[in-house]
């Protein structure tokens, strides 16, 4: 039956067969059985067409298998931004082979009359399927977890794996000779993050400290210490502080491998996950320790050093052990944090003391100390709304590891003491401006942060961690730290007085009290 019509098209004039062309292909071909009545045609049937009078569209859709009712549903998606997600647009070789796999599984006694419907339900993947149109991207799908979480009372975690697992996967990937891979294991020893909190506490009390010798402009102030040793003195506190941190951090691994590996946040450390020997660590802590301590007593004055050495036992021999005895360890690490702040003080102090003035109660139990304790107390009432809602995030791992934390063992206690500490920043902010360490801009910052710490502590506390309430306090812990401490030191009493001198000149004074007259022979 097709045979009559192939022949006329190509004993046709050109003209005319150019014209016919379109409706030739549009016209279902044969099927094996019809096509071996005339091999003539069949030869002929395949001989394809000259590039010259081929359209661009029909000869793309032909070299790459596409039929033309399914390139609408390829243009309408094409420009979709999440197109490599939804799986609505595929490689043009995948369509080709699956219209071939198609074509040899029909069957080759299906009609003409039942081919559209055929090929309507063999379409190729590059057409949107109903799956792929319900696909759930994957924001949408964490955003749903999380209202789903929250509405069954439950909490996702806070907190990602902390700065020491990131680097023990980091030091875990490169090749076990490189000098990156041990400097990375080390570094994760030391717990980047925390050691960081601590340096900005303890220089932050520092430069808070008010020394008037450094913002006057008489020259006459020699016997007062010059910009170049307070420069020194920082610098040898930084190096000696962050030392003997990363010493009590090291040695609080050293402890506990066991009791890590049985945690999600902490089972990819070093000593865990055998990056390097126990007793490889212990060195460590003892060199930072010493070298750390050792810069503080050169740098500083003995009192910093004690303070710094305190810290370290504290920490390492007290804290540690302490965690799985009583949930006093709680108030014990939060001492740990209030004693960097205290250390930056008194090395400030040291520099301005005079002989005999010098002793440690001096700089720890005198008039000028209040500023520092001040600090120091900022730090200890810190601790509990950060780590309370830390912990309960985690508090179910805490209760599997044996560490006896308020967010297991007490959870309306956690809350409690979350909100009291919170509370409990307002009046220690005030102090620091009542006695004249900072100016008019750190009350109304402060007052701002404390207050936005106080509202998440009360949702916390009102909703016992529930319904994200602990992820918010977490948070705003986060961001209210270091607002009060970089906003102490923007706002230090009698800065901006000193440049203000320096632009604008000394103000103007009677000069009648520089003259000073002789009695006339």
């Given at each position: ?9 190509f ?33 002929r ?14 000869s ?16 309408k998606?094409y ?5 490599a997600q ?24 299906q ?46 975690h ?43 506490s ?13 913002l ?15 420069t ?16 009590a951090?090291?040695?609080n ?49 003995p ?20 965690k799985?005895i ?28 005079t ?9 720890l139990f ?24 830390l ?66 502590a009360?949702r ?14 977490f ?24 440049i ?19 009695d006339?022979?």
């Amino acid at each position: 039956m097709f045979a009559p019509f192939h022949l006329s098209i190509f004993r046709s004039p050109p003209g005319l067969r150019r014209a016919m062309i379109p409706l030739r292909f549009a016209i279902q071909r044969p099927t094996p059985q019809e096509a071996l009545s005339c091999s003539r045609c069949l030869i002929r049937s395949r001989i394809s067409r000259p590039s010259a009078i081929r359209g661009f569209l029909s000869s793309s859709h032909r070299q790459n298998g596409i039929a033309e009712n399914q390139i609408s549903a390829l243009q309408k998606t094409y420009f979709s931004p999440n197109r490599a997600q939804d799986g609505s647009v595929k490689r043009l070789a995948f369509h080709s082979s699956s219209a071939s796999a198609n074509s040899v599984n029909s069957s080759t006694s299906q009609s003409a009359s039942n081919a559209p419907q055929s090929s309507t339900n063999s379409a190729p993947s590059g057409s949107i399927a109903p799956e792929s149109q319900n696909h759930e991207l994957p924001h949408r799908r964490r955003k749903r977890l999380k209202e789903l979480e929250i509405e069954n009372g439950k909490e996702e975690h806070a907190i990602s794996p902390d700065a020491s697992a990131q680097l023990s996967n980091y030091s875990s990937a490169l090749p076990s000779t490189s000098i990156r891979r041990k400097f990375a294991a080390y570094l994760a020893l030391t717990k980047p993050r925390l050691s960081f909190l601590i340096l900005l506490s303890t220089t932050s009390a520092y430069s808070m400290y008010p020394i008037s010798s450094l913002l006057t402009l008489d020259p006459a102030m020699t016997q007062l210490p010059t910009l170049s040793t307070s420069t020194l003195t920082f610098i040898y506190l930084t190096i000696g502080t962050f030392l003997a941190s990363c010493s009590a951090n090291t040695m609080n691994m050293v402890f506990e491998p066991k009791f890590d590996a049985l945690m999600s946040r902490t089972r990819n450390r070093p000593l865990v996950r055998g990056l390097m020997s126990r007793r490889a660590a212990v060195f460590f802590a003892i060199g930072t320790a010493a070298v750390g301590l050792g810069s503080l007593y050169i740098g500083t004055n003995p009192t910093v050093t004690a303070l710094g050495a305190a810290n370290i036992v504290l920490y390492a021999f007290i804290y540690t052990p302490l965690k799985r005895i009583s949930v006093i360890n709680t108030w014990v690490g939060a001492l740990v944090g209030g004693i960097p702040p205290l250390m930056g003080w008194v090395a400030a102090a040291g520099q301005v003391a005079t002989t005999g003035h010098d002793t440690w109660r001096d700089m720890l139990f005198s008039e000028d100390s209040i500023g520092g304790w001040l600090l120091a107390g900022i730090l200890f009432a810190w601790q509990f709304p950060h780590f309370n809602a830390l912990s309960h995030t985690i508090r179910e791992e805490y209760k599997g590891a044996g560490y006896r934390m308020l967010a297991w063992v007490n959870p309306a206690m956690n809350a409690r003491v979350a909100l009291r500490y919170s509370v409990l920043m307002f009046p220690i902010s005030i102090g620091l401006w009542w006695i004249g360490t900072v100016g008019h801009g750190f009350l109304v910052g402060s007052t701002i942060a404390n207050g936005w710490l106080v509202r998440e502590a009360y949702r916390f506390w009102k909703h016992q961690g529930t319904q994200g309430t602990a992820r918010g306090l977490f948070w705003a812990s986060i961001w209210q730290l270091p607002i009060l401490l970089v906003g102490g030191m923007v706002t230090k009493k009698g800065l901006w007085d000193g440049i203000w001198q320096k632009i604008f000149g000394h103000p103007e004074e009677d000069d009648d009290e520089y003259f000073y007259y002789e009695d006339e022979e």
